[in-house]
C-alpha cells in the first residue's frame, strides 16, 4: 500500500507514463550517441552485450527507482525521505534525492547547448546553408556554429524556452500531452529514413553491421562502453525515472511497464542505426566516425540522396524532438519539489527554475567560444559539468539506490509495491543486491580510471567473480542491512 501522499497529478493511463519514460530516456543518446559508439565497437557484438546490460543493469534499476517515486509519492528529495522514514531508517538516505535532482539539473545545463546543434541544424537544413559543402566546409561549419556565442546561445535558449513552456503547463496538459505526439511522430519519421535506407543500396550492409555477432570486433573497451550506455541511456540516477514514477498510477504494473519502456527505448536506438548506417554505407562512409556522425558525416550524405533536403528535415526534426523529451524530464525534478515544498505554483517554479538553468547553461555555452581559455585542471565549465554528473553522481546515485533497496528497506514494501510473485521478486532482489551494483562499480571504476579491466574472452572469471560477490553478499547482508540502515 502506498504511502497517503498524493502527487500532485497522475499520468492519465500506463502509457501516458511509458510514452513519457520513453521520451526521457530517448534522448540525443539514443539517435546521435548509439549509432556512433556502435560504430566505434564493431556492431552487432556490441548490440548484444549492451542487451544484456539492459536487462541486467538498466531495467532492475529502473523499477527500483519507479518504485521509490510512486510509493513516496513526490520529487527524488521527498520520495526517497518518506520512503526510509516509513521503513523506519536514517532520514539521511535522501541525500540520494538530492543527488539525483541535483545531477539531472547539472546535466540539463550542459545537455540545452547540445540540443541546441539539433534546431541550429535543423534552421540550416531548411534554408540551404548546408548545400554545396565539402568535408572541409562541414567541418568549418560546425566549429563556427560553437564559436558564435550569440548563435549558441540563442539555440540553447530556446531549447530552454520550449523546455519551460511545455513542463509549466503541468503533468497532463504539458508534458503528457506533448510526449503523445512527438514520440509517435519520432517513430514515423525513423520510419521513413529507414524505408529510404531499404532502397539506398546499403541496407543489408547496415543489417549485417548491427545484427551479425563476432566477438573478435568487441574489445574491453566496447563492453565497459556498453555497460555505461545501457546505465545512462535509461535517464537512471538523474531524478527524471523516479519523479516521473511518482505520477504512476498505484493499478499499473511497475514491471510490464519498466520492460514496456526499456524495450521501446532499445528499439528507437537499433531504429537509428537502421536509419543512418544504411545512408553512411551506402555513401561509402566510415560508421565509426565518432561523434561527427550526426552533424558533419550526415549532412554530407543527405546531400547526395536524391530528395535529401527533405530527410535531412524530417531527420533533424526528429532529432530536435529527441533533445527537447529528454530535457522536459530532466527539469521536472526540480519544478516537482518547488512545487510540493516551497507554495509556488508550476508555472512560476517552471520559469524560475528556467532562468537559473539559462544562466548556468550560458557559462556551459561560453566554454565554445569566449571562455574556450577558461579552464580549471584542464577542463572548462562544460566538461566539469559532464564529468561531475557522468562519473560521480549518476554512478554513485544509482548505486546508493541498489543498496538501499536491496539491504536496507524492508523487502516486504517493495514486494508490494514492485506487485510481483514470490520467485519474481527473488530475482529482482537478487539483481538488484549484487549484478546491478556490480556493473554500476564497474562502470565507476573504469570511468575514474583506477583500473582498466581485460575482459577479453574471460567470461568464466567474471561469472566466477559475481558468483562470489553473490556467496559473501548473501553472508553479509544482516550485518550490512544494519550498517547501511544507521
Same mark, same amino acid.
Given at each position: 500500500?502506498?504511502?497517503?501522499?498524493?502527487?500532485?497529478?497522475?499520468?492519465?493511463?500506463?502509457?501516458?507514463?511509458?510514452?513519457?519514460?520513453?521520451?526521457?530516456?530517448?534522448?540525443?543518446?539514443?539517435?546521435?550517441?548509439?549509432?556512433?559508439?556502435?560504430?566505434?565497437?564493431?556492431?552487432?557484438?556490441?548490440?548484444?552485450?549492451?542487451?544484456?546490460?539492459?536487462?541486467?543493469?538498466?531495467?532492475?534499476?529502473?523499477?527500483?527507482?519507479?518504485?521509490?517515486?510512486?510509493?513516496?509519492?513526490?520529487?527524488?528529495?521527498?520520495?526517497?525521505?518518506? /520512503?526510509?522514514?516509513?521503513?523506519? %531508517? =536514517?532520514?539521511? !538516505?535522501?541525500?540520494? &534525492?538530492?543527488?539525483? $535532482? +541535483?545531477?539531472?539539473?547539472?546535466?540539463?545545463?550542459?545537455?540545452?547547448?547540445?540540443?541546441?546543434?539539433?534546431?541550429?541544424?535543423?534552421?540550416?537544413?531548411?534554408?540551404?546553408?548546408?548545400?554545396?559543402?565539402?568535408?572541409?566546409?562541414?567541418?568549418?561549419?560546425?566549429?563556427?556554429?560553437?564559436?558564435?556565442?550569440?548563435?549558441?546561445?540563442?539555440?540553447?535558449?530556446?531549447?530552454?524556452?520550449?523546455?519551460?513552456?511545455?513542463?509549466?503547463?503541468? /503533468?497532463?496538459?504539458?508534458?503528457? %500531452? =506533448?510526449?503523445? !505526439?512527438?514520440?509517435? &511522430?519520432?517513430?514515423? $519519421? +525513423?520510419?521513413?529514413?529507414?524505408?529510404?535506407?531499404?532502397?539506398?543500396?546499403?541496407?543489408?550492409?547496415?543489417?549485417?553491421?548491427?545484427?551479425?555477432?563476432?566477438?573478435?570486433?568487441?574489445?574491453?573497451?566496447?563492453?565497459?562502453?556498453?555497460?555505461?550506455?545501457?546505465?545512462?541511456?535509461?535517464?537512471?540516477?538523474?531524478?527524471?525515472?523516479?519523479?516521473?514514477?511518482?505520477?504512476?498510477?498505484?493499478?499499473?504494473?511497475?514491471?510490464?511497464?519498466?520492460?514496456?519502456?526499456?524495450?521501446?527505448?532499445?528499439?528507437?536506438?537499433?531504429?537509428? &542505426?537502421?536509419?543512418?548506417?544504411?545512408?553512411?554505407?551506402?555513401?561509402?562512409?566510415?560508421?565509426?566516425?565518432?561523434?561527427?556522425?550526426?552533424?558533419?558525416?550526415?549532412?554530407?550524405?543527405?546531400?547526395?540522396?536524391?530528395?535529401?533536403?527533405?530527410?535531412?528535415?524530417?531527420?533533424?526534426?526528429?532529432?530536435?524532438?529527441?533533445?527537447?523529451?529528454?530535457?522536459?524530464?530532466?527539469?521536472?525534478?526540480?519544478?516537482?519539489?518547488?512545487?510540493?515544498?516551497?507554495?509556488?505554483?508550476?508555472?512560476?517554479?517552471?520559469?524560475?527554475?528556467?532562468?537559473?538553468?539559462?544562466?548556468?547553461?550560458?557559462?556551459?555555452?561560453?566554454?565554445?567560444?569566449?571562455?574556450?581559455?577558461?579552464?580549471?585542471?584542464?577542463?572548462?565549465?562544460?566538461?566539469?559539468?559532464?564529468?561531475?554528473?557522468?562519473?560521480?553522481?549518476?554512478?554513485?546515485?544509482?548505486?546508493?539506490?541498489?543498496?538501499?533497496?536491496?539491504?536496507?528497506?524492508?523487502?516486504?514494501?517493495?514486494?508490494?509495491?514492485?506487485?510481483?510473485?514470490?520467485?519474481?521478486?527473488?530475482?529482482?532482489?537478487?539483481?538488484?543486491?549484487?549484478?546491478?551494483?556490480?556493473?554500476?562499480?564497474?562502470?565507476?571504476?573504469?570511468?575514474?580510471?583506477?583500473?582498466?579491466?581485460?575482459?577479453?574472452?574471460?567470461?568464466?572469471?567474471?561469472?566466477?567473480?559475481?558468483?562470489?560477490?553473490?556467496?559473501?553478499?548473501?553472508?553479509?547482508?544482516?550485518?550490512?542491512?544494519?550498517?547501511?540502515?544507521?
Amino acid at each position: 500500500m502506498t504511502t497517503t501522499q498524493q502527487p500532485r497529478a497522475q499520468w492519465l493511463g500506463r502509457w501516458g507514463f511509458v510514452l513519457a519514460a520513453t521520451g526521457s530516456a530517448v534522448g540525443l543518446g539514443n539517435i546521435w550517441k548509439f549509432p556512433y559508439i556502435t560504430g566505434e565497437h564493431g556492431g552487432g557484438a556490441f548490440v548484444l552485450v549492451y542487451l544484456a546490460c539492459i536487462l541486467a543493469v538498466g531495467v532492475p534499476v529502473m523499477m527500483t527507482e519507479i518504485a521509490f517515486g510512486r510509493r513516496g509519492r513526490g520529487s527524488p528529495i521527498d520520495a526517497v525521505r518518506r /520512503v526510509v522514514t516509513e521503513s523506519g %531508517r =536514517s532520514p539521511l !538516505w535522501s541525500l540520494l &534525492g538530492w543527488m539525483a $535532482m +541535483l545531477a539531472g539539473f547539472m546535466i540539463l545545463s550542459f545537455y540545452v547547448v547540445v540540443a541546441g546543434w539539433s534546431f541550429s541544424y535543423l534552421w540550416k537544413m531548411v534554408t540551404g546553408q548546408l548545400i554545396g559543402s565539402g568535408v572541409d566546409d562541414m567541418v568549418a561549419i560546425f566549429v563556427a556554429n560553437n564559436e558564435n556565442p550569440f548563435n549558441l546561445g540563442f539555440w540553447s535558449t530556446l531549447v530552454t524556452l520550449l523546455t519551460m513552456l511545455i513542463v509549466g503547463k503541468g /503533468v497532463q496538459a504539458g508534458i503528457e %500531452r =506533448s510526449v503523445s !505526439w512527438m514520440m509517435p &511522430g519520432m517513430v514515423i $519519421m +525513423l520510419l521513413i529514413l529507414i524505408g529510404y535506407g531499404i532502397f539506398s543500396g546499403g541496407f543489408g550492409e547496415a543489417w549485417r553491421f548491427l545484427f551479425s555477432f563476432n566477438a573478435g570486433s568487441l574489445t574491453s573497451d566496447g563492453m565497459l562502453a556498453a555497460l555505461g550506455h545501457a546505465f545512462f541511456t535509461l535517464s537512471l540516477a538523474s531524478g527524471a525515472i523516479l519523479t516521473y514514477g511518482s505520477y504512476l498510477p498505484s493499478r499499473t504494473s511497475i514491471a510490464r511497464t519498466t520492460f514496456s519502456v526499456a524495450i521501446a527505448d532499445t528499439l528507437v536506438a537499433l531504429m537509428a &542505426g537502421l536509419a543512418i548506417f544504411p545512408i553512411i554505407f551506402a555513401n561509402g562512409m566510415n560508421p565509426g566516425e565518432g561523434p561527427g556522425l550526426i552533424f558533419m558525416s550526415l549532412p554530407l550524405a543527405f546531400q547526395a540522396m536524391p530528395l535529401g533536403t527533405l530527410f535531412g528535415i524530417l531527420f533533424f526534426v526528429m532529432l530536435s524532438m529527441a533533445a527537447l523529451t529528454s530535457s522536459i524530464s530532466m527539469v521536472e525534478a526540480t519544478v516537482s519539489w518547488l512545487v510540493d515544498n516551497k507554495g509556488i505554483s508550476r508555472r512560476t517554479a517552471a520559469w524560475g527554475t528556467g532562468l537559473v538553468l539559462w544562466l548556468v547553461s550560458t557559462l556551459a555555452m561560453l566554454s565554445f567560444n569566449l571562455g574556450a581559455d577558461w579552464a580549471l585542471a584542464g577542463r572548462h565549465f562544460f566538461d566539469w559539468l559532464d564529468y561531475l554528473t557522468s562519473r560521480w553522481m549518476m554512478p554513485l546515485g544509482g548505486l546508493g539506490m541498489a543498496l538501499l533497496a536491496g539491504f536496507v528497506l524492508k523487502s516486504e514494501s517493495f514486494r508490494e509495491e514492485l506487485g510481483l510473485s514470490a520467485h519474481w521478486h527473488a530475482l529482482w532482489l537478487f539483481m538488484v543486491r549484487y549484478v546491478s551494483p556490480l556493473g554500476i562499480l564497474v562502470i565507476f571504476v573504469d570511468a575514474l580510471g583506477i583500473a582498466r579491466l581485460e575482459f577479453g574472452m574471460h567470461w568464466p572469471w567474471l561469472l566466477g567473480v559475481l558468483a562470489l560477490v553473490t556467496l559473501l553478499g548473501e553472508l553479509v547482508s544482516p550485518r550490512l542491512r544494519r550498517t547501511l540502515a544507521g
